[in-house]
């Protein structure tokens, strides 16, 4: 008897495995909704996630249901459908500035010195802690809604290029791309 919960347990351990590598998910928002019908008001709840491995996937979500907890699954399991990767410039940053929008949002993200931190406000620096980039500044003009800035963000992400990819894209070396100076500076980081 004591042998068969233990098995089972063996079992979602590994469907935890498969299914996702130490993600993280992140509440950027919960909003109460209403439908009126004959007899009154029925209320739901939509919920806004965003789910990351800290090593550059992300993947965002959206799930309504009449349950808050119900909801926050439904948002989970579509960002865990929807992840892109981005590459990150020594693990911790973006390679280059990029700008992104979607609807009335837009948003710029600019690589950082290292120690400068998260500098983005509530829905972007969920994204950004997420993917595991730790020095970006991030500013976000036109809308404020959560849902918007956070597409506004996944375009700009969506953008990004690394030198390596860019350079085979061109046909081209590395050092054809950044130039010397800089991947002697690069060289030395390292």
């Not at 004959?38 to 996937?57: C, E, I, P, T, Y």
């Not at 976000?140 to 690394?162: D, I, Q, Y």
């Amino acid at each position: 008897m004591a042998r068969e919960p233990r098995e089972g347990g063996r079992g979602r351990e590994r469907d935890r495995d498969r299914e996702g590598d130490d993600l993280i998910d992140k509440l950027v928002t919960i909003n109460r909704v209403a439908k009126v019908v004959k007899g009154g008001r029925r209320f739901a709840f939509a919920a806004l996630v965003v789910v990351g491995d800290q090593k550059g996937r992300v993947g965002y979500g959206a799930g309504k249901a009449r349950e808050v907890p119900e909801a926050i699954r439904k948002a989970t399991e579509r960002a865990k459908r929807g992840m892109i990767r981005v590459p990150m410039k020594e693990g911790r940053t973006l390679h280059h500035d990029v700008a992104g929008h979607f609807g009335a949002g837009k948003v710029v993200l600019r690589s950082a010195d290292a120690g400068t931190g998260i500098i983005a406000g509530g829905p972007m620096r969920a994204v950004f802690e997420s993917l595991g980039i730790n020095d970006v500044v991030a500013k976000s003009l036109g809308t404020r809604n959560p849902h918007n800035m956070v597409k506004a963000t996944f375009a700009a992400l969506e953008r990004c290029a690394s030198p390596r990819s860019v350079a085979s894209r061109r046909g081209k070396k590395v050092v054809d791309i950044l130039g010397k100076r800089e991947q002697a500076a690069e060289g030395a980081d390292v």
